[in-house]
């Protein structure tokens, strides 16, 4: 197990400073979550197919394999046409902003801290797929399930934004339709989602293997760092700043990451907000 750890933890990190090399070279990061996206991804794959123990169910290694494969597929290329098309992260824009003169040195270290977040996910992908003595059963169809619904609802969530920017009748607006009716952020709601999957499939109930219920980790440090982190507080401050008045209306009535009934059904605000 340990040179499969050694390999996940040094590639994450060699990515993330390649993504810190782009940035510095072209003043533009972009790349840098679609970066993180395909890292982790491999991460995950690595941990997956690593050849562990014996008793291993290999559909299961499959299983948890095409997850990350799809995951990373779908983000990745997601953010990096975002990117082609010209949109850059506002957060990372601030970010840079805030620390000034210190910038590059403090992109380096915040970048590295994303590789390092990484770990988790892929631990959880390799409790998933290394569950042992246990055939495929009813724990691996619902974190299976579960996934799925996380990478439709994502792509959905993504897809509406898309269309919504591309129509000129909609700029300078809000995107208040679809998923976006129901959350703030239903990307993130989503991407949460799929790392459940990740844990359902861990998680053992018949108590035999505990440690399966560790993947749990990787969902709960989703949530906190879109919630409370890297995720929501950045962006939500960049449209508090650029767009007072439509964010503030859109922030009233629908919740910020657990998607709910908007309080005003059928209100409109005019913004972008991603």
């Not at 040179?3 to 810190?20: D, H, Q, V």
């Not at 619902?142 to 994502?154: I, K, N, P, R, W």
Request: aromatic share 12%; with cysteine.
């Amino acid at each position: 197990m340990i040179p499969c750890l050694f390999l996940i933890a040094a590639g994450l990190s060699t990515s993330m400073a390649a993504a810190w090399f782009w940035a510095m070279r072209t003043g533009k990061s972009g790349l840098i979550d679609a970066t993180w996206s395909v890292a982790v991804g491999a991460a995950c794959l690595i941990a997956a197919l690593w050849p562990l123990s014996s008793t291993d169910a290999m559909p299961r290694r499959i299983l948890v394999a095409v997850m990350a494969a799809a995951w990373s597929a779908r983000l990745g290329n997601y953010i990096f046409a975002r990117n082609l098309n010209g949109h850059d992260d506002p957060r990372y824009a601030e970010l840079m902003r805030t620390w000034g003169r210190d910038a590059p040195r403090q992109l380096f270290l915040f970048l590295q801290a994303q590789a390092l977040a990484g770990w988790p996910l892929a631990g959880a992908a390799l409790l998933a797929a290394h569950v042992p003595d246990r055939p495929l059963g009813i724990s691996d169809g619902l974190g299976g399930l579960v996934f799925a619904v996380g990478l439709v609802g994502e792509a959905t969530a993504d897809r509406q934004m898309t269309r919504f920017r591309a129509d000129p009748a909609n700029r300078g607006g809000i995107c208040d339709v679809g998923l976006w009716a129901y959350s703030r952020h239903p990307n993130y709601f989503f991407e949460w989602t799929c790392w459940l999957g990740y844990a359902l499939i861990a998680a053992d109930l018949s108590g035999v293997h505990l440690w399966g219920w560790l993947a749990f980790a990787a969902p709960a440090e989703m949530y906190w760092l879109l919630a409370h982190v890297s995720g929501i507080p950045p962006l939500e401050a960049h449209l508090a700043r650029s767009r007072p008045t439509a964010f503030a209306a859109y922030a009233a009535k629908v919740n910020a990451f657990w998607p709910w009934l908007p309080a005003e059904p059928g209100a409109s605000a005019r913004e972008s907000n991603n």
